[in-house]
Structures are given as structure tokens and as C-alpha cells.
């Protein structure tokens, strides 16, 4: 995602944060992943006050940035947010620069679908989270911008999403990451489009095409509206001091075999 789309990242955090309605969590360490300038921000330290707010930060976004915004919506933001460092830093090392057991709540907006490994990601969560934690997140599904498929020519050349997961192969893939009672949910949202222009633009800022001749952007090729599927999940880390079975056997540390006394 891209500054261009920034609205719909903060749309998309705003549902996930009412899908948290629901939830009690005892919360004192968060990770977002990605950060952004948004106003989760305000929204997650009002939630939980307490809490210290461990900061992936987006593509071509800034620490500077993002203290900016913090500063002029919530002054407790600033003070309880802690850098880990940039998407591309995970992107290279594959590993969240956080230790074990060390967050409550992981919230990620708008990120796995650029991931060509989400179950790597997953299994990151499940490492930096503590016993009882959360990860919440949301992704763009298979069926994002399925009007631009029947396209014969365009402008832009198009680009599959990495990880063309639907709700059902998430679900899977977490409880493979040993993850309890995930909870998978989905909804269709239509953007319409006045101008082929401003159409473009968003293809570009999520991902999904890049413009290879601006000059024969011809409006009656493109179609006026874009359907994003937009894929909710949350799931617990339960079980943590639990052996992880193998080949259907279960092994078992001998620290976790209590003695019995009369």
C-alpha cells in the first residue's frame, strides 16, 4: 500500500478495530505491522492505554512520519511507541526484531497479500507472541479487481497477488502454525471510479498492475468500478508450552510431566 490508499487502510483498521469490540485482552505490548500514519494510531492507544506499541513502519514511510502523527493525534502514542524497525528490514531478514513471548496483540492491515510466504508470517506472530495472545489482521483476496482479468489491452500490465489465499486456506494455514479458534470472516467492497485516472492510481498504489504506457489510457477499456475482497481473521496462541506434534505423535518435554503426590 501506498499514500494514495491510505484512506482504505484506515477504512479497513477501523472494521478490524470494531471486530475487537468483542474481545477482552489484557494488552501491554502491541505489534502493527505495517505502521502507517493513520488513525489507528489514536484508536489502539485509546483501547488500551496502557499498552506499548511496537512499530513495523510501511514502505516509504518514516519514523519521522509516523512521530509526526503521533504527536498531533495522541501525545500517550508517542510516548508508548517503540520502533522495530521498517517492512523492509522484515522483508530481508524474515524475522520480527522482537524477542519471544514478548507482545499480546499482533494487528496487521492491509499486508498479507503482498507476503510470498503469509505462513512464514504467521509463524513470526505465534513466535513474539505471549500465552493467550491475539493476531488480528486483514488481506485482499483472490477475487481483488476481478474486472480487470477480462481486460483484452490495457494501459498497465497486471499482477497476480502473491499469496492468492482465500478465508479458507488462512484458516488452514493457522491452525498448521498451531494457532486455537481462529475466526475468518469476508466482505465485498465496490470502489467506483469517476475518472480512469484515479482507477489507475489505485491499481498502482495496491499492488496490482504497474503502468507501462500512460499515453494510451483509453476510458472506455476501463471498467468504472473495482471489487476488493477484503479477508478478516483473528486467532489465539494457545498452548505455547505445548511439545508441536510430529508424523501424528506428540512429544513431550520431560520438564511438562508433573510428579503425582498423595
Known sequence: MTAPIRWLQDEIADRMLQKLDIVKLDVKNILVVPDFPGDHLNALTKRFPRAII????????????????????NLRALFNTNSSGSIAQYLS?????????????????????DLADPKHFLSESWR??????LIVFSYLGPDTAKELRSLASAPFRLKNLR???????MGDALMAERFSDPVMDMEYLTLD????????????????????DASSLDPSLLPQKLTLEVVYGHAWALGKHLSKAQNNLA????????????
Open 54 to 73: 511496537h512499530s513495523i513502519a510501511e514502505e516509504g514511510v518514516s519514523q519521522s512520519q509516523l512521530w509526526r502523527k503521533k504527536a498531533f493525534s
Open 93 to 113: 531478514s524474515g524475522k520480527f526484531d522482537l524477542p519471544d513471548n514478548s507482545v499480546d496483540l499482533v494487528f496487521s492491515d492491509l499486508l498479507l497479500q
Open 128 to 133: 513474539i507472541l505471549r500465552e493467550g495472545g
Open 163 to 169: 499469496s492468492p489465499w482465500d478465508m479458507h486456506d
Open 193 to 212: 471510479y469517476e475518472k480512469p485516472e484515479l482507477l489507475v492510481a489505485d491499481i498502482e498504489a495496491m499492488n496490482l498492475g504497474v503502468v507501462v
Open 251 to 262: 512429544y513431550i518435554d520431560l520438564n511438562q510431566i508433573g510428579r503425582k503426590t498423595r
